[in-house]
């Protein structure tokens, strides 16, 4: 009973921290970039993610989606310029394409 209590204590807390990843790239992502590099570093933590948590499959897509936005644009800026992976260049091309960014592609929580 213990071990089932503390895992469902920790699932409400891992839903919570979903939900304002989530809320934040929805509503504010222009103004939290660090956030967007963090996704792009730490990727993989949500790879499989979404799909051995169905509960958690709307938020991982929001992260998803953001990951999938910013590889593509810095994958294309760095194969067109010709430059290393740092993080000064990639912060540098999040900034400038957090401009274009549309959050209409992801899915809104009441």
């Known amino acids: 009973a213990d071990r089932a209590a ?3 204590v ?5 839903r919570t921290v979903l939900e304002l990843i989530s809320a934040t790239l929805v509503h504010a992502l222009p103004r ?13 933590l949500f790879a499989d993610f979404g799909a051995a948590s169905p509960e958690f499959c709307a938020h991982i897509a929001n992260i998803n989606a953001v990951v999938a936005y ?7 800026k760095r194969a067109a310029q ?11 091309v999040i900034h400038s394409d957090l401009r274009t960014w549309r ?3 992801l899915h ?3």
Do not use: I, K, M
Not at 10 to 14: E, H, N, R
Not at 32 to 44: F, I, K, S
Not at 82 to 92: I, P
């Open 10 to 14: 920790q699932g409400d807390f891992l």
């Open 32 to 44: 939290n970039p660090e956030l967007a590099y963090t996704l792009l570093h730490r990727q993989e």
């Open 103 to 105: 959050p209409d592609r």
């Open 6 to 8: 503390e895992l469902a």
């Open 70 to 76: 910013f590889n593509g644009r810095v994958e294309a």
């Open 108 to 110: 809104r929580f009441p």
């Open 82 to 92: 010709g430059w290393d992976w740092s993080v000064d260049r990639v912060l540098e």
